[in-house]
């Protein structure tokens, strides 16, 4: 196993402890707890958001939290969910009276415990709102969950709807954004390597030299096919494909595209297929009115990307744009 | 070769047409010449600043033209230097009466190249100065330099220098605080696994799977040793104290510090690594006053990490902070 590690135990505080000296301006961090908190958390007024999820997706989400995106960010095991009290911590810290949104990405774990923390949450008197994001068309149902796993479209939400609760909007229209973006984007992602988890130490799967993965999940969970490796332009259609006729996407429509890398993926590759995704919906004549090209939801060393596209309206562009201050989303400011 | 590409021949050309079309509101791009020069150049009464350099170091240098930073990158094939016509090119688009400064790092034929191409512009009567940035402590020679290899320090001295530019500083100037940011700047890498060079199709050199390569360059060249695998704090030992001393850092000192990826080690690593640096400099008391964690300046998709340590003072802080808007780095925007 060739990492730049110390104990494989110590993985997850570590990372959270480099984080906080790099970007003390920023965030506050729990690191018994796992826990990564907007500095100036509570914001009096604002419906708090959190997310959380296994460690290993980096930068999301703890490089999410700041202003203009996510209040807090709980963050598990590699590849693990967080457990519901860190859940209730992060709702405690953020609540400023307004309640707080809880983004969950849809794997079983995930969703009992947040539902959990939910609960416990509503017992205090905090008033919890929730969405759960289900955009891979890959796969039905997957190993870890019921249901299409929620993957891209995680992180291009929480940007949006952090940008709406940064205007003070109730907790009740701030969900409804999330709930729209949500229903609006559809991702697929490929693996070229698997990746391997610090305390397993061997890859996750195995993939022969001349094979990739096509429909994979962001912790190496199966895809739809294992097949011979293609060109950029063809690993570009076999993804693009699935998610722009699963949205339904017609001529004249724009939206914001996402070609994100796997963490083992140079940038250059990630720009070659944003250029056979650029060439693929001017042929349908979809405008990509937004975009981001580069490592957002990895999955620890794994080579490879996905595609995330959503579907766009002036609302939610308008959030988009929005002034954000995070570890791994910066402008406006 | 697991890559996401289509023809090696392709690479470079499709990869500036992804960043193209993913930036078009701050560059623009020669694709068949390749060079990525800044939307609104030149910037009239402004000294224009360009650098290049082999491909595959993404996202220097491309990634760093826009306001705040570069005005014009050159990009050669993969680790291969940029030609004179590139350069000679990129300098007449930048020039906006005030002469243009050559950002060079230390390697024998992008040196040559831009001293070709600078006696070029001045028959053009376009002002030009130059700076070789030589920051990398691991070998005195190597396989393509005399002296010093130029790497991490190329990034930090383009922001700020950029910063300054932007002022409407005079081309000496400019050039002055190029040549201070080099002389106060080092670094060293390492790597944990080979990269493979498109157009070879085969790892640039062969790495046991208990082996790390301590010194590496961005090309792959060979560094100081090859050693057994070590912890990530180890590791980080190996990598600072030369820089440190090389630098002759003293407590109450205050540095700039990047932890940069090479491509292929996921980001919660590099905050691993991180933290560990911050410990050994909060040991010997010197402050990080800012810092940079993330996939700057890389070697496709190599395996391992480089560390940089700028010793700053209050001018150095104030272009680093200064406005900044390119694909790669981006605040106060």
């Given amino acids: 196993m060739k990492k730049l590690i110390n104990r494989p135990e110590d993985v997850v505080k570590e990372g959270l402890a480099g984080m906080l000296a790099a ?4 965030i ?13 958390a509570p914001v009096r007024g604002k419906a708090g958001i959190i997310s959380g999820g296994g460690s290993g997706h980096e930068p999301m ?3 999410f939290v700041g202003l203009g995106m996510l209040d807090a960010a709980c963050a598990g095991a590699v590849f693990t969910s967080p457990v519901p009290d860190q859940m209730l911590a992060a709702t405690r810290a953020v609540d ?15 969703v009992l415990n947040f539902e959990m923390a939910a ?25 870890y969950t019921a249901g299409r796993r929620g993957v891209g479209v995680t992180v291009l939400l929480e940007k949006i709807v952090g940008g709406l609760a940064e205007t003070k909007a109730p907790l009740s229209a701030v969900a409804a954004l999330a709930q729209k973006v949500n229903n609006q984007g559809r991702s697929m992602g490929m693996a070229l390597t698997s990746c391997t988890v610090p305390a397993a130490g061997k890859p996750t799967f195995e993939l022969g030299e001349d094979e990739m993965e096509i429909g ?25 494909t699935p998610v722009v006729e699963d949205l339904e996407l017609k001529a004249g429509e724009q939206v914001l595209a996402m070609v994100n890398g796997m963490g083992g993926t140079p940038l250059i590759e990630l720009y070659i297929v944003f250029d056979a995704l650029n060439r693929i919906l001017g042929g349908k004549n979809i405008t990509i009115a937004r975009s981001l090209v580069g490592n957002y939801i990895t999955s620890l060393e794994m080579a490879g990307c996905s595609i995330t596209l959503v579907r766009l309206d002036d609302e939610m562009i308008k959030y988009w744009d929005a002034p954000v201050h995070t570890a791994g989303l910066r402008w406006g400011m």
């Fill in 23 to 26: 970007h003390s301006d920023l």
């Fill in 119 to 143: 609960e416990l949450a509503a017992a205090d008197g905090i008033e919890v709102a929730s969405v759960v994001t289900n955009d891979d068309v890959a796969v039905q149902n997957s190993l």
């Fill in 96 to 110: 400023g009276g307004s309640g707080v949104l809880h983004i969950i990405k849809n794997y079983t774990g995930d």
């Fill in 28 to 40: 506050r961090v729990d690191i018994e707890q796992q826990i990564v908190v907007r500095r100036d």
């Fill in 61 to 63: 989400h703890g490089g």
């Fill in 216 to 240: 994979i999940g962001i912790h190496g969970e199966p895809g739809r096919r294992r097949v011979k490796l293609a060109s950029a332009a063809e690993i570009t259609e076999m993804l693009t």
